[in-house]
């Protein structure tokens, strides 16, 4: 199984205030993503990654922004935190060769914008 | 768009019994997956079903796709307590992205 480390597992910040979520992967797999999950919306991806300096939006990408300098990290930033952004952050890797296949995810951040 | 849509919304059982969820989706697909998630936890892989297959088996689930429908089946044979959790279909093109729906909350009771 890939390790992956989600830091921080739980952050309560305030309306305004810039934010940086950030997953940690032990494997060097290639493809990462970040989802949100909010009740009555399922998992909404929010960027994902195919590589190093290679990244894309997802389908709630506003709001926020992401970098990957080195494989093993994939860090989200809120510039400036909404309290439309409280939500659990999912990041996520492929096991695959295959950027759609067997994604496994990460513990998640609970994130409360107050 | 490649989202999945699953339906029961929720689903109550007794443990024991069979429990069948399923998905639809609008657009043409390489592989359809299955994932669980335990309350609190992240989503876990359970199976993935390529375009050319029409039913795949692992362990207790059994999933099949009928890709002139666009729909797919998850059924988990004799539930237990701990297949509590809630259950996500996501069918996969070329976009290289997972889209997830809202997913299937199973509840199994002892």
């Known amino acids: 199984d890939a390790g992956i480390t989600q830091s921080p597992r739980h952050k309560v910040t305030e309306t305004g205030t810039p934010v940086t979520l950030r997953c940690h992967q032990t494997?060097?797999?290639?493809?990462m993503y970040w989802y949100r999950q909010d009740p009555g919306h399922g998992l909404r991806l929010i960027h994902y990654?195919?590589?190093?300096?290679?990244?894309d939006k997802g389908e709630v990408s506003d709001g926020y922004s992401v970098s990957r300098s080195k494989t093993e990290d994939f860090l989200l930033t809120l510039e400036s935190a909404t309290s439309s952004q409280t939500s659990v952050y999912f990041c996520?890797?492929?096991?695959?060769?295959?950027?759609?296949?067997?994604?496994?995810f990460g513990s998640g951040t609970q994130l409360s914008v107050l | 768009s490649q989202q999945g849509e699953e339906d029961p919304q929720a689903l109550s059982i007794q443990e024991g019994e069979n429990a069948t969820m399923n998905c639809s989706y609008k657009?043409?697909?390489?592989?359809l997956q299955w994932y669980r998630q335990n309350s609190g936890r992240g989503l876990v892989h359970l199976i993935l079903?390529?375009?050319?297959?029409r039913e795949k088996h692992s362990g207790r689930l059994r999933v099949t796709l009928d890709t002139s429908k666009k729909s797919s089946s998850l059924l988990i044979t004799a539930s237990r307590a701990a297949d509590t959790a809630s259950y996500f279909c996501?069918?996969?093109?070329?976009?290289?992205?997972?889209?997830f729906g809202q997913g299937t909350t199973l509840q199994v009771k002892p």
């Open positions: 996501a069918p996969s093109g070329n976009t290289g992205k997972l889209i």
């Open positions: 079903i390529r375009s050319n297959e």
């Open positions: 990654s195919y590589g190093v300096k290679d990244t």
């Open positions: 996520a890797i492929s096991e695959s060769t295959d950027p759609n296949e067997k994604l496994f």
């Open positions: 657009t043409s697909i390489n592989n």
């Open positions: 494997e060097n797999h290639r493809y």
